[in-house]
């Protein structure tokens, strides 16, 4: 049973940081592409970063390019997001997804809140 489970959200104040991890288990880690999503209250999903098997590639979406870093550590099964300099227009619910071959897989989210 693949879960993928999300930690580190919460509320900061604009200028703030975060970083948020998702902990991967039934799944081969080594081998998914793993990307974090967020979804604004009464918005569509978001693809805000990427990154390969290896880590040695990394992709952005541009909002966020410069200040949210995404990293993965694959002995801990384990893909992190630092978020610094946030904004309230980031509040959102922040998902993790695994895509093996071709099938995706997500976790339930975490709230991050950016209000002073």
């Known amino acids: 049973q693949v879960q993928l489970v999300e930690s580190g959200g919460g509320l900061v104040q604009p200028g703030g940081s975060l970083r948020l991890s998702c902990a991967a288990s039934?799944?081969?880690?080594?081998?998914?592409?793993m990307s974090w999503y967020r979804q604004a209250p009464g918005k569509g999903r978001e693809l805000v970063a990427s990154?390969?098997?290896?880590?040695?590639?990394?992709t952005y979406v541009d909002s966020v390019k410069g200040r949210f870093t995404i990293s993965r550590d694959n002995p801990k099964n384990t893909v992190y997001l630092q978020m610094n300099s946030l904004k309230p227009e980031e509040t959102a619910v922040y998902y993790c997804?695994?895509?093996?071959?071709?099938?995706?897989?997500w976790g339930q989210g975490t709230q991050v809140t950016v209000s002073s």
């Open positions: 039934g799944v081969p880690f080594s081998s998914a592409a």
């Open positions: 990154i390969s098997t290896t880590g040695g590639t990394t």
């Open positions: 997804k695994a895509l093996v071959t071709r099938s995706a897989y």
